[in-house]
């Protein structure tokens, strides 16, 4: 085979997700989409703001096609950084300036870039179980090891006196990703403020820094008015990847940005490695049209009370099933206990009745599934039946 020894086994276990998604659409040239119940995947529903598209035809018009089209800075547009990190000065009192941003094709290119920037062969990533399994594909990219907590339910903040235990003189990162993914639970404040002192305790012990990566495609969406807090006020080594992807619908785009503050120890340093990374990886800039856009719609909010009523409908719904699950507090996932230790199991005999879901295993966590509610409202109604009648099977629920 021509493919590399690297390279294998991703084929081999080529992402569930994704896999659940080409089922969805195949399920749905038999049914009609209308009739199977897609949980699989994160992709934003809701539409980008109409800001978004005006702005796209504004800069089609105004600006000069070699400049919206051309290469830039590879760090991203100066205007356009200022513009980001004045944004999030308003909003969390920070002090950053544009210098500290970097604009980046989504969280995933700034979490490689990061990556890239941090790691020799061998040295150690921690996450908390259940994650996002791509963080671990990630940290093989450069060669790095993930050293994984075991989860914490039922509430799934994470287990501090475990990363105690892990953190080694290896320990180059952590990673932490609230609201979350697939959980829905956002790390309280008391939490980050603990977490932070972990870390500080274990910096000096070890004799050098540990860089924590705060994922967060997810940090508007936060229901009930919960309060997400800005990691940088916590602890100094805090490196933010943040993304367009779910709060203004724009997942296909590829845009977000590296926040790397100057408490950052040697943050000059990084702030130039990462915009190297970020060209030698070869994403070279983040989209030329897309920074202008977000110059234009930085403080655009998204539709937090369409996934709230979503997130109300579904979780109530469930739960007078007789399933179980915590209440998701941000994002929109739901992750629910499987009624049977195979999770996997359980999404197979879910299918039976077109309702696709993503086994807690993709996110090492068996036991229990993940469900995606960027979904219509009325998908969610018409989805209920199938799962009483799901829970129905499961002896939770008497048939009707
Ligand atoms: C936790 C988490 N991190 C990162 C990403 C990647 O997002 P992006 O589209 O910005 O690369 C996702 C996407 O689903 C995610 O759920």
Redesign the pocket.
């Known amino acids: 085979m021509m493919i590399s020894e690297k390279m294998k086994p991703l084929v081999s276990n080529n992402s569930a997700i994704r896999v659940m998604f080409e089922e969805g659409k195949r399920l749905a040239g038999i049914y009609g989409a209308e009739n199977v119940f897609d949980f699989s995947i ?1 992709n934003p529903n809701v539409p980008a703001p109409e800001a978004v598209n005006r702005a796209i035809r504004e800069i089609l018009e105004e600006e000069p096609s070699t400049f919206v089209h051309g290469y830039m800075s590879n760090a991203g547009y100066e205007d356009v950084r200022e513009a980001v990190a004045q944004s999030i000065n308003r909003k969390f009192h920070t002090s950053l300036e544009g210098r500290n941003i970097i604009m980046t ?7 490689n870039a990061i990556l890239k920037c941090l790691l020799n062969p061998g040295d150690e990533v921690i996450v908390f179980a259940p ?2 399994l ?2 671990g594909n990630y940290t093989a990219n450069y060669d790095g090891k993930l050293v994984v907590i075991p989860p914490n339910p039922p509430d799934f903040q994470p287990d501090l006196q475990c990363l105690k235990e892990k953190i080694t003189d290896r320990t180059k990162a952590v990673i932490i ?1 609230t609201p ?2 697939p959980t829905g639970v956002i790390y309280s404040e008391e939490t980050i403020r603990s977490l932070a002192k972990v870390l500080e305790d274990k910096q000096k012990e070890i004799g050098h820094p540990i860089v924590l990566i705060s ?1 967060e ?2 940090r508007e969406l936060a229901y009930d008015g919960a309060d997400v807090p800005y990691i940088t006020g916590y602890y100094d080594n805090t490196v933010v ?1 943040y ?4 709060s203004l619908s724009l ?1 296909g785009e ?3 940005y590296l926040v790397i503050p100057d408490a950052v120890e040697d943050s000059g340093e990084l702030l130039q490695a990462a915009v190297i990374a970020n060209r030698v990886l070869g994403y070279v800039n983040a989209p030329s049209l897309m920074q202008r856009v977000i110059l234009r719609c930085v403080d655009e909010e998204a539709d937090v009370a369409y996934y709230e009523r979503n997130r109300n409908l579904l979780y109530t719904g469930l739960i007078a099933c007789g399933f179980s699950c915590i209440r998701p507090q941000g ?1 929109f996932y739901l992750f629910l206990k499987s009624p049977e230790p195979d999770e996997k199991k359980f999404c197979e005999a879910a299918k039976k009745y077109n309702i696709l879901m993503v086994p807690g295993s993709s996110f090492a966590c068996p036991g229990y599934v993940r469900i995606s509610y960027c979904v219509s409202y009325e998908k969610i109604e018409r989805a209920l039946p199938a799962f009483k009648k799901l829970a129905a099977e499961y002896g939770l629920l008497q048939a009707e």
């Open positions: 994160g094709a989504g969280a995933a290119d700034g979490l994650y996002f791509e963080y990703n979350h993914n994922d495609p997810y990847c993304s367009f992807s779910k997942a590829r845009i977000g994002a």
